[in-house]
Each structure stands twice: as structure tokens, then as C-alpha cells.
């Protein structure tokens, strides 16, 4: 399972940015799908996860400012980022718990997936 992440840039304090993250390969069925994000010098922390079914929740620090949402169709999760601070500066992260399938396309197992970064940088 691979996830390529899209959407990061370069955006003014207040602006919006929205991020996608698009899962492809042997994939049976994806179950959570979430957004991390790390600052320069600070551990990665969570953002925003969505399950299955729909049901999300963000962390304090973006509440009522991002939206998390996602495509079955598609595998993709997408962050809606406004009224972006400059604390929002990171290198933002998909993260996928997914099962995949051998071969032959018969369940195989499940593991946890990390996307390859997309930076967000809100200038002051």
C-alpha cells in the first residue's frame, strides 16, 4: 500500500490550504485514515482522523479550523486547513490503517501506513 500526499505550499496567516493523500496498491479495505503534522524541532503530533464510517475528531489546536474528510471511492483523505496560523508551519503527514490482500486479492493481513510528507508553511 502506498499513500502519495498532496497539497502543502506556501500561504498567508489566515488563508486556506487543502491537502489530499491518495492510498493505491494491494488494498483490501482502509479502516482509519489521519493527519499528522511535525514542526522543526518538535516531535510529530497528531491533527484530525476520520474512520470509516465518517466520524472524526481533530485536536484542540485546529478545532473549528480544519476539516477532516475522506473518498471511499477513491481511498483519499483530504484536510481542509483555514484561518491558518503561523503554529500551523509543519511538514503534514497522512497516516492509513489499512488491510491488504496477496496476490491472488484474498485478505492477507493489516498494517499502518505513513504518507511522504507534504510541507505547509503560513507566513506571519
Known amino acids: 500500500v502506498q499513500l502519495q500526499a498532496s497539497g502543502g505550499g506556501l500561504v498567508q496567516a489566515g488563508g486556506s490550504l487543502r491537502l489530499s493523500c491518495a492510498a493505491s496498491?494491494?488494498?483490501?479495505?482502509?479502516?482509519?485514515m489521519a493527519w499528522y503534522r511535525q514542526a522543526p524541532g518538535k516531535p510529530r503530533e497528531w491533527v484530525a482522523m476520520?474512520?470509516?464510517?465518517?466520524?472524526?475528531n481533530y485536536a484542540d489546536s485546529v478545532k473549528g479550523r480544519f476539516t477532516i474528510s475522506r473518498d471511499n471511492a477513491t481511498n483519499t483523505v483530504y484536510l481542509q486547513m483555514n484561518s491558518l496560523k503561523s503554529e500551523d508551519t509543519a511538514v503534514y503527514y497522512c497516516?492509513?490503517?489499512?488491510?491488504?490482500?496477496?496476490?491472488?486479492?484474498?485478505?492477507?493481513?493489516?498494517?499502518?501506513?505513513w504518507g511522504q510528507g507534504t510541507q505547509v508553511t503560513v507566513s506571519s
Open positions: 476520520i474512520t470509516s464510517g465518517g466520524r472524526s
Open positions: 497516516n492509513v490503517h489499512a488491510h491488504y490482500t496477496n496476490y491472488e486479492g484474498d485478505l492477507a493481513g493489516s498494517d499502518e501506513y
Open positions: 496498491g494491494s488494498i483490501f479495505s482502509i479502516n482509519d
